[in-house]
Structure formats: structure tokens, C-alpha cells
């Protein structure tokens, strides 16, 4: 157990759908990152957080927004969904900068 | 921008077998150079890190990996393969750049030990 909690783990839901999937970093960690897994892409990083602040955008399309609470916990906003948004999506943390990532066990959304 | 490259894309071995997966970075700075894996069905786990110090680097299961600055590389090898690291692996580069730590990661290299 990494210490990362992602919930849901499975999601189904329709075209056109929104939805919301959270994380909870490890204790302490103040950085939160998104990943995308797919089978055709791999793994493609969306977006890092850093205690509350966003600090970098990857491969993130603009129907997907995230943010991260004073918690520190995250929540990735996927709207509008298409058949090709099915994939695995990663939450990992960190508790810095220039430190090893703990991966969550990832939500497996599909879009029908 | 920096990318990560790793040439096999699947690699089926046998048992008892050696292991070295390539992995390059284009990146000219300072980085810090990571191997993930990721069983069937599960998360990634982190098998070994490098940030500074003896390039060799020795991480968990008897995977150690090499940094090798010149060549822009850090390939993780294994002396002698089990069933139990059939699984995917990743190398992941983060650039040392103020205000971000982005981990980018290659595509991946799917590993088939054979009994």
C-alpha cells in the first residue's frame, strides 16, 4: 500500500458525461500529480499540484481541469467524455520537489 | 523538451535469464532518474531511484540500475530473472527545474519471464 488513496476504482459512465475522480495524497505530501494510462498513449502525465497551486500541465486536454484542496487533496474533472477518454488515471505524490512519486491504485474509468 | 525513451517495447525472456532494459533521456541539465514497475492489475511501485553519488544503483528484487551521464542512459539489469518480473517497466526522468517536478516517463517495456 503506497499510501495514496484513489477513489472510485472502476467507473462507467456515457459519452457526453462528466465526472470526478479524487485522490488523497500520502500523509505530508504536498505535491499531487495526474496520469493518464492508456493502451495506445502509455503513461502521459496531465498535471502536478503543489500545495494547492498548480505547477505544471502535461498532455491535459481543456475538458479536463483539476485542483487541489487545503487538505491536499485532488480531484481531476473530466467533462464531455468520448469513447477515447477510457483509460487508467494515476494520481501520484510526492512530498517535494526532486523526490520519488507514490502511485495510487488508479481509477479505471470507461466511457460507453 | 525532455523526453524519455525505451526502445524495447517487450522483452520475453526465461527463467534464470539475464535482464537489461535501455532507457535514454534527452535532457542537458541535472536529473533525477527513476525504474518503476507495474504488475498485472496493480499501481507503480518504485524499484530504484538515482539522484546523485556511485552511478551503479541497487534497488529492490535484485534490479540495479546504471547511470551513465555521457550516454544519456540508465538501463536496468538483472542478473537472473523469476517468473514473479513478468511485468511492466518504466523509466521515468525528472528535470531539475525550479518550481516543477514533472516525472516524465517513457512508454514502457513489458517483461515475459517464461518458466
Known amino acids: 500500500d503506497s499510501g495514496v488513496t484513489q477513489t472510485p476504482k472502476h467507473l462507467i459512465t456515457a459519452t457526453g458525461q462528466r465526472v470526478t475522480l479524487r485522490c488523497s495524497p500520502r500523509s505530508g505530501d504536498l505535491s499531487v500529480y495526474w496520469y493518464q494510462q492508456s493502451l495506445d498513449q502509455g503513461l502521459q502525465f496531465l498535471i502536478q499540484?503543489?500545495?494547492?497551486?498548480?505547477?505544471a500541465k502535461g498532455n491535459i486536454l481543456e475538458r479536463f481541469s483539476a485542483q487541489q484542496f487545503p487538505d491536499l487533496h485532488s480531484e481531476l474533472n473530466l467533462s464531455s467524455l468520448e469513447l477515447g477518454d477510457s483509460a487508467l488515471y494515476f494520481c501520484a505524490s510526492s512530498v517535494r520537489r526532486n523526490t520519488e512519486a507514490f502511485f495510487g491504485q488508479g481509477t479505471r474509468l470507461t466511457v460507453v | 523538451a525532455q523526453s524519455v525513451s525505451q526502445h524495447n517495447h517487450h522483452v520475453i525472456l526465461s527463467e534464470a535469464a539475464s535482464l537489461e532494459l535501455g532507457c535514454n533521456y534527452s535532457y542537458g541539465g541535472t536529473v533525477n532518474l527513476f525504474w518503476y514497475v507495474q504488475y498485472p492489475g496493480q499501481h507503480l511501485q518504485l524499484l530504484l531511484k538515482?539522484?546523485?553519488?556511485?552511478?551503479l544503483v541497487k534497488g529492490i528484487k535484485g534490479f540495479e540500475a546504471e547511470f551513465i551521464k555521457s550516454k544519456f542512459s540508465f538501463n536496468l539489469r538483472k542478473p537472473s530473472v523469476q517468473w514473479s518480473d513478468t511485468a511492466e517497466y518504466f523509466c521515468?526522468?525528472?528535470?531539475?527545474?525550479?518550481?516543477?517536478?514533472?516525472?516524465?516517463f517513457g512508454t514502457g517495456t513489458r517483461l515475459t519471464v517464461i518458466p
Open positions: 499540484y503543489y500545495n494547492g497551486e498548480e505547477r
Open positions: 521515468a526522468v525528472n528535470a531539475e527545474r525550479t518550481g516543477a517536478n514533472n516525472l516524465f
Open positions: 538515482y539522484f546523485s553519488g556511485d552511478p
